[in-house]
C-alpha cells in the first residue's frame, strides 16, 4: 500500500550466563530490526556489560536486574521497556545463539499481515531436527505439548516450551504482565495468558540448533513443576472462560457430564466392594443405575471435549485492540 507506514519491530533478549554467544546473536539481526533490549538478569559473566562495551548500537538498550529472577521476570522487564519504543511486533530471541535470527521474518509476517496475534516456532515439522533433539527433551516437550494444549486450549499448536516467539504490541499490551511466570514456565504461561483474551496462535515451523550451550533448566525440576502448573491453569482457562465470562451449554454440559460420572462411579465401587465384603451379587437395578449414570456422564463429557476443542481462537483481535489500546489499565484482565 502506497504510503502505509513501515511495520517497526523490537527484539527482546533475556541474558544469562551467555556471555560467549551474545554478541554474535546481535550481529545477526539487520536493519530491519528498529529497537533492540538486552535484559541482564544478574548473569555471572556480566554479558550486560560486553554488549555496552562492545557492541556498539543505537538501537541497543541493555537493563539489569539486581538478583536473578529467571527468564520470565527478564521478558516481562524487557518487554515494559520496548512497549515504551514505536514498535508493532516484539520478538523473543534468546542470548545463547540456538534461535536461527532468519526465523525472525516468519514469525513476523504473520502478524503483519493480520493473520496471527502471536506466533512461536514449531521445532517438530522436520524431521532431521527431531534426529537431532536430545531424546530426554524430545520426550519432554511431547508430554508438555499434551499438558499445554489442555491448559491453554490451544489444541492446534505443538512445542509449547519453544522460546522463538513474536507478539503483537497491541496484543502483549492487554495482557497482566505480573501474572505471568517469572521462570521458566513463562512460554507456557504466555499461552494461558493468550487464551483467556481469545488471541490466535500461529505455529512457524523451524529447524532446532544445537551447539555448545548448556541448558540452565533443570530437567527433574521441570517434570515436577511444570504439571502441576498446567493442571493450575486447566482449572482456571476452565472455570473463567465457561464460568466466569460465559455460561452456555457447553457449561452445562462439563457440570451434568462431571456430576453423573462422579456419581455413577461412587455408586459403582461402592456396590461393588459391598457385594464383595458381603459374597452376594449386585441387584440389578442398582447395576442399571450405575451405568446409566457413567455412560449419560461421559457422553456429556465428550460433547464439552469436542466444543473445547473446536473453540480454538481463529480469529485476530490485534486490529481491533488498536482501536481501544488506550483503554484504562483497570479495565484489563487481571486473572
Not at 457440570?255 to 456396590?271: A, E, H, K, M, Q
Not at 446409566?292 to 465428550?302: A, E, P, S, W
Request: with cysteine; aromatic share 10%; charged share 20%.
Amino acid at each position: 500500500m502506497v504510503g502505509a507506514k513501515k511495520p517497526l519491530v523490537g527484539v527482546v533478549i533475556p541474558a544469562y550466563k551467555v556471555s560467549a554467544h551474545i554478541l554474535s546473536v546481535l550481529s545477526s539481526l539487520g536493519p530491519e530490526i528498529s529497537q533492540i533490549c538486552v535484559v541482564d538478569d544478574a548473569c555471572p559473566e556480566q554479558s550486560g556489560q560486553i554488549v555496552e562495551r562492545e557492541f556498539l548500537d543505537d538501537r541497543v538498550t541493555v537493563l539489569y536486574h539486581d538478583t536473578n529472577q529467571g527468564v520470565g521476570a527478564a521478558m516481562k522487564t524487557g518487554f515494559r521497556e520496548i512497549l515504551k519504543r514505536d514498535v508493532d511486533v516484539i520478538v523473543k530471541l534468546d542470548g545463547d545463539g540456538q534461535m536461527d535470527p532468519t526465523y525472525i521474518k516468519d514469525l513476523v509476517t504473520p502478524i503483519i499481515n493480520g493473520l496471527a496475534d502471536y506466533t512461536k516456532g514449531n521445532r517438530f515439522r522436520f524431521m532431521e531436527s527431531i534426529h537431532h533433539m536430545p531424546k530426554i527433551r524430545y520426550l519432554g516437550n511431547i508430554g508438555l505439548s499434551i499438558l499445554s494444549k489442555a491448559s491453554t486450549g490451544y489444541w492446534n499448536i505443538f512445542d509449547p516450551n519453544n522460546g522463538f516467539v513474536a507478539i503483537s504490541a497491541p496484543v502483549l499490551r492487554e495482557i497482566n504482565l505480573d501474572k505471568v511466570s517469572r521462570r521458566y514456565f513463562f512460554e507456557s504461561d504466555m499461552l494461558f495468558r493468550l487464551s483467556l483474551i481469545r488471541a490466535k496462535v500461529l505455529d512457524v515451523p523451524m529447524r532446532a540448533r544445537y551447539g555448545d550451550e548448556k541448558s540452565n533448566l533443570s530437567i527433574l525440576k521441570a517434570s515436577i513443576e511444570f504439571p502441576m502448573k498446567h493442571l493450575r491453569n486447566f482449572f482456571k482457562r476452565i472455570l473463567i472462560l465457561y464460568f466466569i465470562r460465559d455460561f452456555s451449554f457447553p457449561s452445562l454440559q462439563l457440570l451434568l457430564g462431571t456430576s453423573f460420572t462422579l456419581s455413577g462411579s461412587i455408586i459403582g465401587l461402592y456396590n461393588f466392594f459391598r457385594s464383595q465384603e458381603l459374597g452376594v451379587n449386585t441387584a440389578p437395578g442398582t447395576l442399571i443405575l450405575f451405568a446409566v449414570l457413567f455412560l449419560t456422564g461421559v457422553q456429556f463429557l465428550l460433547g464439552f471435549i469436542t466444543h473445547d476443542l473446536q473453540s480454538v481462537p481463529n480469529r485476530t483481535i490485534s486490529q481491533d485492540l488498536r482501536l481501544v489500546q488506550d483503554r484504562p489499565t483497570s479495565e484489563k484482565d487481571h486473572w
